[in-house]
């Protein structure tokens, strides 16, 4: 199957600093991609949907100025967790896809740990 | 508002069947996944239904009853490795995902 890879899979942060996840597709280009937040032994939560050239589209509740996304081409986008805190600590994993009802493939997920 | 339910956890012991059940109410329906999800690590693809009826995949079927607003995941032959959660994620008619709270299945020797 196709491939996502994300980076890096744990960081550690000091409160108040900011932090880059990047998801790439590796062998397909990804039309869309997803970024979810997903906390202790709690189902995926929705953070926002981008698309390859436009602005992501946030889910409610989503501070799109402290989760920065950028989906510069059809096969990068990066989640920019700003001034990271403490509450912002969670697992966050990037999923892409071909197409609007296609096969979502997940990046391994980075692990955040906010001090 | 959109739901869907599956149980929270299941006990199975290895080499039996297992059946995870998945009940959804959503704005329209573009089709259902089943994701596999071990602990700490990212989900995996292991189904799509958008018309009624069995998908068999190896070990691995998943039914589906638009009517009725169900499907179920049957696992067979349970090896430990199963030892997971398994995640019911409906599209809706927006084409939004809407993922259930997922079923974590513990396997016993």
């Known amino acids: 199957g196709a491939v996502v890879s994300q980076h890096p899979s744990w960081v550690i942060c000091k409160s108040g600093t900011s932090v880059k996840i990047e998801c790439r597709s590796l062998d397909f280009q990804a039309t869309t991609m997803f970024w979810y937040r997903q906390f202790p032994k709690q189902s995926l939560m929705l953070m926002a949907t981008s698309n390859e050239g436009s602005k992501a589209t946030y889910e409610q509740g989503v501070e799109k100025d402290k989760f920065l996304i950028n989906h510069a081409s059809l096969t990068l986008s990066t989640l920019t967790v700003t001034s990271a805190h403490p509450e912002d600590s969670s697992f966050y994993i990037c999923?892409?896809?071909?197409?609007?009802?296609?096969?979502?493939?997940f990046g391994e997920g980075s692990r955040l740990t906010v001090l | 508002g959109q739901n869907i339910d599956q149980p929270t956890e299941m006990t199975a012991t290895e080499g039996a069947i297992v059946q995870i059940n998945c009940t959804y109410q959503?704005?329209?329906?573009?089709?259902l996944f089943w994701y596999q999800q071990h602990a700490g690590e990212a989900p995996t693809f292991l189904s799509y239904n958008v018309l009624d009826g069995l998908e068999e995949k190896g070990r691995f079927s998943s039914f589906l009853s638009r009517s009725k607003g169900y499907s179920y995941l049957l696992l067979k032959e349970l090896q430990m490795k199963d030892s997971a959660s398994y995640l019911c994620?409906?599209?809706?008619?927006?084409?939004?995902?809407?993922w259930g709270a997922g079923t974590k299945l513990i396997i016993k020797p």
């Open positions: 999923s892409a896809s071909q197409g609007l009802v296609a096969e979502l493939f």
């Open positions: 959503t704005s329209g329906f573009n089709g």
């Open positions: 994620a409906v599209m809706d008619s927006n084409y939004q995902l809407i």
